[in-house]
Structures are given as structure tokens and as C-alpha cells.
């Protein structure tokens, strides 16, 4: 019910979490972020207190008052320890490789302990789609947690807000926190499973044919670069070695071909038109093909490797929906 | 850093055989004194559970049916029923929560469960301090509150390596240490209980009783339990002096002696003599009215009253640790006109009983002139006897004090005084059982006599007319040694306890000073009652203190003690780290050159570029860094790096 009140008044819920999302660069958990309220646990604890104080007066022991004022001043620090745990972390976004839309997103958080304490047991949740992992954060340490947010629709993909909960040291108190740092990831259309069109698809044959016996004739191993597609990565040489090794292929031919939005069929709709473009540069890719793209008001030149594949799909996935 | 990341929270996670260990270990201490109370079976049984869960935890195996645990509970109620025909009371109820935590352990799966296990820990604690609060049990007990502590520290972190738990749990108590002390002082008391007790609630408290059989103080004189112990203003009287008046025989069947009623008339006490002791004493809670005092009392404390044999008689049994102050005087003879309905009770005998000491009487009796010349001849004729004085008397039948007398010739005070006063009694003296306790211990270094069971003495009253009541000392006459110093000359070394026995010297001594320091805890922490809390707030100002101002100052005092311990905490997260200073210094230093780091710029880049635009000093620049990245993103922080860092940053010269 709450929920659903502050889905409907956003500038309520800036006001009660304190912040107005998303929030640049390092965001700190200042005292007035943290919340804090008893945990089952402190309730069943507190009743334990309960029933021993009232049993010491009863039976008039005194070690048993001083046994159960212990217990209740434990309860007091044990507040004062669990907010501690939370305040003053620093969390930061770090980056987030582009995923297909279906898939999930990967955004990586660092929680910075900036003390000289360690913080353990530190949940993180994505409030939207759940994921949620639980860490310690060490002395003068930074930990990194991997929230897997699932990306539904092409385009930039927001992290949204995100708790930080811990309950230590002793269980009995719930401390938490709402941040939204200004991380996004971007996703590439929903990639079509489909052929390249005749018309290219013919050209790209040609010029494979012409130049070299196919895509997975395996010549040979260099070092990695960063616009190699991870499915030429040979990993089981990385796993053997330290490296990050390619592989290499003769058929890498230089046929010239344009992926053009005048090719779809006429009746088809904005997203599938995105989409089976995006599978034509897949596959484009794969055949080792020399491709430009070309969408109306977008042009861009021949090309080829990971990199320009990337940038054809952000020009799928950024394409106004309108 | 790497730090192993976990999809679930800690307390719903499954418990680890590690953290199963440290709550078991925990429970264990804590239930430690009880097992020795316990009846075999029952301890044996709450281990075997224990190691039962143990076993499930390396096992990996599913727990077991809750038909099987239902079970096992009923077994184990029903055993206790056995022994105890009843489930209820302090006993009984005590090991059916041993039991529970062993079967509370059997169903415990998750985090969550072994903390509520470990509340019942806590709760356990708490059940010891019902037999006794001794300095021992009071250490013992914060070990296993420490325990406890570590043990859910760990089940809310449990990527921790112990060691850093204990810290914590230290952290937390010492933490809650300040607010526990200012709670015990300014909680309102209120005096128990505030509901009826179980039966049994006082069962193990020892001391005198109503009754006197032969053989009863004997056995109380092997128990090295205290009853009180009394701390007097200037010089104690001497040994031979301290009598300490407990309850006094009227009734006698031919083989028990006993109280009987009393008339409760109100008397007072006889003005204080020449000769006056003033002294406070702090009474064990022996669950009788009786409040012992030195002979012949001459005050009466606020909360008692005084009857008519002399005693001092409190309200309601003593249940809790009492102390109280009285004045007494050395008086020769108490009582010269007493109620004449008194006197024929204090001559009264059985019908047919003891016919030798009742013609031995007789014989006395008629050929002496004056009670006076009865009493030497009595004396005399136990001083000459040959009665053995001994701590393992003969069993005696239905006449008692003929056996006594002429039979087995051993025995007891309690032999002594019961034949003396009933040789009394049939040559038409009147007489009575005192029974009390005579001596006490007078420990050097802080002067307080300590009077112990063992010290549990009978002797007699006889009624002279024209003095009134005046006390003889049978067993004096057949034991002198007895009450000139103490039970352990008197007695053969073999049948005393080991405390007792004189020639360990240095034993003494150090329990001499043991009990110093059990006595400034039995005062001043178990001792500490809402007379005491009133005392206390008078003392710093405020009179009268009721649970309003009470509660006022506590919430105040706890209030600002909250507000310094998050103050503290605050303060360990204001100051970033030494590194992290570091680091910042080097980065200003950048800037005063030009080279200012952009808000999204890792050190690595950043490091380069500054690198790249002060050639001068990029050796330093580039080693900077690296130790940076390496102390704080790295697997190897170690203060030497730190240490190295700081250096370079402090030594770097830009140009």
C-alpha cells in the first residue's frame, strides 16, 4: 500500500527518503538516510527482557536485575551498532556492459566502507526486480555487489532504486537506506533470428566465397583487443594461461554491404523492424561481413568488428520510438 | 576488495555446523551448575540431545520428525514427573527447561531459530541465580553472557572469522556496561514478590528449624554455610560472650523438642546494660522469622518485633539477604517475674518417660534445698560423667535422655541440653531449650564475625526465683573447649569438615579474606534493595525519591549516555582513514599544479594524465598510485604499505 503511494507521488517519496534521484558520482549514507526499526528478532528479544525483569523482581534476584539491565543496555548499543554498520558507506555505479533486451542487465555497485571498521553483512536489493545479494564490506575497503536487473525494453535502462539493509551486530534491529545512483545501462533491441535478406545475403556469399572457404576456418591465436567480440575469446587457452587470447580466422572477407531499413517489408512494425535489423547485424558480424547501416535520418558508414557492430546497435536501441 | 557476496540474508540462511558449535558450547556453560543438580538421567538425556543436533549439523542430515521430538518431550516430562509428582515449582520447572534448549536445538534450522535458542540461553542464565548468586557463579555466568553474545554476533555475519565476533560482542557489552550500571542503581524497586512463589521456591536454604531431635545439629554442623554475619561497632565481645539467640524449645515428647505456640504478647526488651555491643547484622535468607541476636537484645529494629522468650521475630520469613542493626547487653539473668502460665509450661514433661533421669531427679531433688544447690548438682554430675562430646553421637530411641545418660554417654549439644533441661524440669526447676549458635569467626582483616550452620549450638534456660531466667551451658560442662574456642578444638580433627580444622592455618587466612570480599558483594550488589536505592538518591541530593523521579532521572542518564555512545560512533566514520588521507593529500598537491581530478576519473587514469602533464615527477606519481590502488582495491593492505604511502605522498616535490 505504501508502495504503491509513493509509485503514485514520487515527490513524496523524494521527500521521505531524503534525496532526489538519480544522484551523481559518489552517493554517502549521511545519519538522516539511515533508518531504523526493530527486527522480529529485537520484538522476541525485547519480551525476553520482559519476562526476565519481571521474574527478578518476583523473585527478588539481584544478579538476575543486573543480568537483564545488561541485556537492555545491549539492546541500546546494539541500535546505535547497527545504524553505525550503514552510515557513511559510499556507493558508487560502476560500469554496465549493454545487453540484449530480454536479458539481464548486470549493473555493478561499489559500496565503499570508508572507515576504519568493517561492515558485515550488508544487503543490497533492487527494489524493482528483486535481485538482491548480501556482503561484508572490509576495513578501509570497497566491496562490489552485481545486481542482475532484468532489461524488458531497448533503450537506456535506468538502475533504479535500490536498498541497502544490514542487521548486525545482533539481529535485533533493521537499519536500511535507499539509494539511486545515476547508472544506466544501455539495451540493444531484442535481436530476430533471421536470415540476412536475399539481396545482400547473396553479395555477402559472393564476396565469402570469392575470398577465403569460411568463417571457422581457425588460423591461429593473438592477443585480445577490446573490440573483439567475446565469442571469438579462445577461453580455453585463458583458462590455460593469463591472457586474454583471439581467434583467428581466414575467412574474414571484405564484402560491403548495406543493412538499410528500405529493405524491411512494408507492414512491419517500428520494434520488429529494430529487431530484425539488429539480428542482421549479428549476423552480418558473424559472416565477417563489411556492413554500414542505414536508418531514416541515421546513417552509418561501412564498417566492421566489435565495436562498430556496438555502435550499430546503440543507433538500433536509441532509435525515437515515435 | 573481493568479499564473498551471498543471495540470502543471514538470518534465514541455514545454520552452519561452526555457529551450531559456538551456540552449543554456550548453552553448555550455561547449564553447566544445573547438570550438577540434576538427576543423572535428565543430564544425560539434554547432552545427548545436544549431541544429537551436533551430529545432524556434520551429517548434513535432515532433522529429525517432530513426532520423534514430541516424543522425546513427553519422555523426559514424564520423568520429571516421576521424580518430583509435579511439573511445576522451582525444581521441576528448571529441568524442563534444560530439556527444552536440548530440544529447542533439534529444531533449530535456520539463523533465526538459533538466535531465538540463544535468548533461551539468556533465560537460562537467569534460573541459576535462583540457587545461589555467589561471586563464582556471578563470573561463570558472564562468561556464558559473553558467549551468547558472540554467538549471535556470528549468526548475523557469518563470512566472519570468530575472532573479530568476540571483539564485537566485547564491544557491545562494554557498551552496555555504563547504561546496566546506571539501570541497576536508578530502576524503581519494587520489593517481590508479585505473585505466590512455587512451594519449593526456598527449599535449599538451610538453618535452624522449630523441632530439636537428637542428632539435628549435629548434622547442621558439617555444613560450612553461612547464616549471618555480624559487624560491630568497636571490639566484638569474647568468644565465650557470643551467644547468638535463635528460637527456644518449650515442648518435649520424651524424644523431640519444639517451639509450640506463644502467647503473641507484646513486650519489650530490657534496657541496655553497662555493658552494650551495638552491631548490624546481614542475615541469610533462611525462610523462618527468626533474626538472630547476641544475648539478651536490648533494641528492637524497625522491622521486627520482640516475643516473649526474648527472640526477635521478623513479620514474614526471611526470603532475601537481610541486615539489620540491634544493640545487646551482657545481662546476668532476664525476666525476674515471669507470667506464672509460662512457668508451669516450662515444667511440663511427658507421662512415663526416661524413668531413670526422672528418679535421678527425684533423688536431687530431695535431698537439696535450694533450686540453686539442683542446678550445681546437675552440673556436676555431667562435668563428672565421662560424657564424650562428638559429632557422630549414637542413634538414640524413645527415652532419649535415659539412653543419654546412662547408656551411650555420648554426644552432641543437643544431647546435653535436652537431658539437662529435662533433669531440670523432673526436680521441678523450670527449664528450656535455647537452640542459636554460639562463636561465629572473626575475620582479621575486616572484623566482621562470620557465624556459620556449623556453629549451630543448644543450651539451656533455667527459671531461679528472684533473678529470673538465667542460661547454663551444659555442654560447657561437659566440653569446656566447645564454647572457649570453638567447635574445632573440641571435637576429634576426623569427623570436621576440612574448613574447620584448625591446623591449616593459611586455609584460613585465605578464606578469611575471600569472605572480606563476598561480604562487600553481598552488601553492596546482591544486598541492594529499594531501602538501599533511597539511601543512594539521598545521598546525591535527592530525598525522598519516588519511582516518578526515579524513572525521571533514569530516562535522563540513559538518554545522554545514548547520545555519547552515537557521538562515538560518529566519530569513528568522521575521520577517513590514513590511506584515504593520503590519497587526498596527493591529489590537492596535483591540483595545485594544474592537475585536478574530474569527479568520475579512477586513480589509475587520473594518475597517468598527472603523469603525462608533470613528466618531472612521474616515477613518484605512477608508484603512488599503484600502492593506492593496491592498498585499497588490492588483496594485500598491510600497514607497511600504508606506512609507505603516506611517505611518498609526504616526500613528493612537484616542480
Given amino acids: 500500500m505504501i508502495g504503491a503511494l509513493l509509485e503514485r507521488h514520487p515527490r513524496f517519496a523524494n521527500w521521505l527518503y531524503g534525496f532526489t534521484p538519480p544522484e551523481r558520482g559518489t552517493v554517502v549514507l549521511v545519519h538522516r538516510r539511515v533508518y531504523i526499526v526493530p527486527a522480529r528478532l529485537g520484538w522476541l528479544y525485547a519480551a525476553t527482557v520482559m519476562i526476565l525483569l519481571i521474574g527478578s523482581i518476583n523473585y527478588a534476584i539481584a544478579l538476575g536485575f543486573g543480568l537483564t539491565f545488561f541485556l537492555a543496555g545491549m539492546g541500546l548499543a546494539a541500535m546505535v551498532h547497527t545504524a553505525r554498520n550503514l552510515a557513511r558507506i559510499g556507493v558508487s555505479g560502476g560500469r554496465a556492459e549493454p545487453v540484449f533486451a530480454g536479458e539481464p542487465a548486470q549493473f555493478r555497485l561499489h559500496l565503499d566502507g ?5 561492515r558485515p553483512a550488508i544487503l543490497a536489493r533492487h527494489l524493482g526486480s528483486g535481485s538482491q545479494l548480501v556482503i561484508d564490506i572490509p576495513a578501509h575497503g570497497v566491496a562490489e555487489v552485481v545486481l542482475e536487473v532484468p532489461a524488458k525494453r531497448r533503450g537506456w535502462l535506468p538502475l533504479g532504486r535500490v536498498l541497502l539493509e544490514t542487521r548486525f551486530p545482533l539481529g535485533l534491529f533493521r537499519a536500511w537506506s535507499y539509494v539511486e545512483p545515476d547508472v544506466r545501462c544501455l539495451a540493444y533491441p531484442k535481436p530476430e533470428r533471421s536470415e540476412l535478406p536475399p539481396p545482400i545475403a547473396e553479395a555477402a556469399a559472393g564476396a565469402l566465397r570469392a575470398q577465403s572457404t569460411g568463417n571457422d576456418d581457425f588460423s591461429g591465436l593473438r592477443t585480445y583487443q577490446l573490440s573483439d567480440s567475446p565469442r571469438h575469446v579462445a577461453w580455453k587457452a585463458v583458462a590455460r594461461s593469463d591472457h586474454m587470447l583471439t581467434k583467428q580466422f581466414t575467412g574474414e572477407a571484405a564484402a560491403e554491404l548495406w543493412l538499410d531499413w528500405g529493405l524491411l517489408p512494408a507492414g512491419l512494425g517500428l520494434e520488429s523492424r529494430l529487431s530484425r535489423l539488429a539480428g ?3 549476423a552480418a558480424e558473424r559472416g565477417g561481413a563489411y556492413y554500414g547501416l542505414r536508418l531514416p535520418g541515421v546513417e552509418i558508414a561501412p564498417g566492421r568488428g566489435d565495436a562498430h557492430a556496438a555502435a550499430c546497435l546503440q543507433a538500433l536501441a536509441l532509435y525515437p520510438s515515435s | 576488495m573481493k568479499a564473498p557476496a551471498h543471495p540470502l540474508v543471514p538470518e534465514i540462511r541455514l545454520v552452519s555446523a561452526r555457529d551450531l558449535a559456538w551456540l552449543i558450547g554456550s548453552l553448555l556453560l550455561v547449564i553447566l551448575p544445573h547438570t550438577l543438580r540434576a538427576p543423572w538421567w535428565l543430564t544425560l538425556l539434554t547432552l545427548c540431545l545436544f549431541g544429537w543436533r551436533f551430529y545432524y549439523a556434520l551429517d548434513r542430515a535432515p532433522l529429525p520428525s517432530r513426532w520423534l521430538i514430541i516424543g522425546v518431550a513427553a ?15 522451582r525444581q521441576p520447572g528448571v ?27 539468556y533465560f537460562v542464565i537467569v534460573t541459576n541465580f535462583l540457587y545461589t548468586q555467589s561471586i563464582l557463579t556471578a563470573l ?8 551468547i553474545t558472540a554467538t549471535l554476533v556470528g549468526l548475523s555475519a557469518p563470512n566472519r572469522p570468530p575472532r573479530a565476533n568476540l571483539r564485537t560482542a566485547g564491544l557491545l557489552l562494554a557498551h552496555a556496561a555504563p547504561a546496566a550500571l546506571v539501570l541497576f542503581l536508578l530502576f524503581p524497586r519494587v520489593q517481590g514478590p508479585l505473585w505466590g512463589l512455587p512451594q519449593d521456591a526456598y527449599a535449599a536454604m538451610t538453618g535452624l528449624s522449630d523441632t530439636m531431635a537428637p542428632g539435628y545439629i549435629s548434622s547442621l554442623a558439617l555444613s560450612d554455610a ?9 571490639e566484638p565481645p569474647p568468644q565465650t560472650l557470643r551467644y547468638w539467640r535463635g528460637p527456644v524449645m518449650w515442648d518435649f515428647d520424651g524424644r523431640t523438642w519444639s517451639v509450640g505456640a506463644l502467647l503473641p504478647t507484646e513486650v519489650s526488651p530490657p534496657a541496655a546494660g553497662r555493658v552494650a555491643y551495638q552491631y548490624n547484622v546481614v542475615l541469610e535468607p533462611h525462610n523462618r522469622t527468626w533474626l538472630f541476636g547476641l544475648e539478651t537484645v536490648a533494641s528492637v529494629p524497625p522491622e521486627a518485633r520482640y516475643s516473649i522468650d526474648g527472640l526477635l521475630l521478623a513479620r514474614l520469613p526471611v526470603r532475601a539477604r537481610m541486615r539489620y542493626e540491634v544493640t545487646s547487653t551482657i545481662a546476668t539473668a532476664t525476666r525476674r517475674d515471669e507470667h506464672p502460665v509460662l512457668l508451669r509450661r516450662a515444667l511440663r514433661l511427658p507421662l512415663r518417660s526416661n524413668p531413670r533421669s526422672n528418679a535421678l531427679a527425684a533423688q536431687w531433688r530431695s535431698a537439696a534445698r535450694s533450686d540453686d544447690e539442683v542446678l550445681t548438682r546437675a552440673i556436676g554430675f555431667l562435668r563428672d560423667g565421662r560424657y564424650v562430646y562428638t559429632l557422630e553421637p549414637p542413634l538414640l530411641g524413645a527415652d532419649s535422655v535415659d539412653e543419654f545418660l546412662f547408656t551411650t554417654k555420648a554426644g552432641f549439644c543437643e544431647h546435653f541440653a535436652s537431658a539437662f533441661v529435662f533433669l531440670m524440669r523432673a526436680a521441678g526447676v523450670p527449664a528450656r531449650v535455647v537452640t542459636g549458635y554460639q562463636g561465629g569467626d572473626l575475620n582479621p582483616f575486616d572484623r566482621i564475625v562470620t557465624v556459620r550452620q556449623s556453629d549451630a549450638h543448644a543450651w539451656a534456660e533455667v527459671y531461679l526465683s528472684g533473678r529470673g531466667w538465667v542460661r547454663v551451658d551444659p555442654t ?3 566440653a569446656p573447649g566447645r564454647v572457649e574456642s570453638g567447635l574445632a578444638r573440641s571435637v576429634p580433627q576426623t569427623q570436621q569438615s576440612l574448613m574447620l580444622r584448625a591446623e591449616l592455618e593459611w586455609l584460613r587466612n585465605l578464606r578469611h579474606q575471600w569472605e572480606a570480599v563476598a561480604h562487600k558483594w553481598n552488601v553492596y550488589v546482591l544486598g541492594y534493595n529499594p531501602e538501599r536505592q533511597r539511601d543512594l538518591m539521598s545521598l546525591i541530593g535527592m530525598r525522598d525519591a519516588d519511582w516518578r523521579s526515579l524513572t525521571a532521572t533514569l530516562f535522563t542518564v540513559l538518554g545522554g549516555m545514548t547520545l555519547v555512545l552515537l557521538a562515538w560512533s560518529l566519530r569513528r566514520l568522521a575521520r577517513p582513514d590514513p590511506v584515504q588521507r593520503a590519497w587526498r593529500a596527493f591529489c590537492a598537491k596535483l591540483a595545485a599544479k594544474g ?5 568520475a576519473e579512477g586513480p589509475r587514469d587520473y594518475a597517468a594524465r598527472a603523469a603525462r602533464a608533470l613528466p618531472g615527477a612521474r616515477r613518484a606519481i605512477l608508484q603512488i598510485a599503484a600502492l593506492y590502488i593496491g592498498l585499497r582495491y588490492g588483496p594485500h593492505a598491510s600497514a607497511r604499505r600504508a606506512k609507505r604511502l603516506r611517505r611518498l605522498v609526504r616526500e613528493l616535490r612537484l616542480t
Fill in chain 2, 140 to 147: 561463570l555466568m558472564g562468561a556464558a553472557l559473553f558467549s
Fill in chain 2, 595 to 599: 592537475v585536478e581530478r574530474a569527479p
Fill in chain 2, 476 to 478: 560447657a560442662a561437659a
Fill in chain 2, 75 to 89: 519422555v523426559g516430562m514424564l520423568g520429571v514427573w516421576m521424580e518430583y509428582r509435579s511439573l511445576f515449582g
Fill in chain 2, 226 to 234: 553461612i547464616a549471618f554475619r555480624a559487624e560491630f561497632q568497636g
Fill in chain 1, 114 to 118: 570508508r572507515a576504519r571498521f568493517d
Fill in chain 2, 95 to 121: 529441568l524442563l527447561l534444560l530439556l527444552f534448549s536440548g530440544l529447542k536445538l533439534l529444531e533449530t534450522r535456520t539463523h533465526r531459530d538459533a538466535a531465538a535458542a540463544a535468548f533461551l540461553g
Fill in chain 1, 280 to 282: 542482421w547485424v549479428l
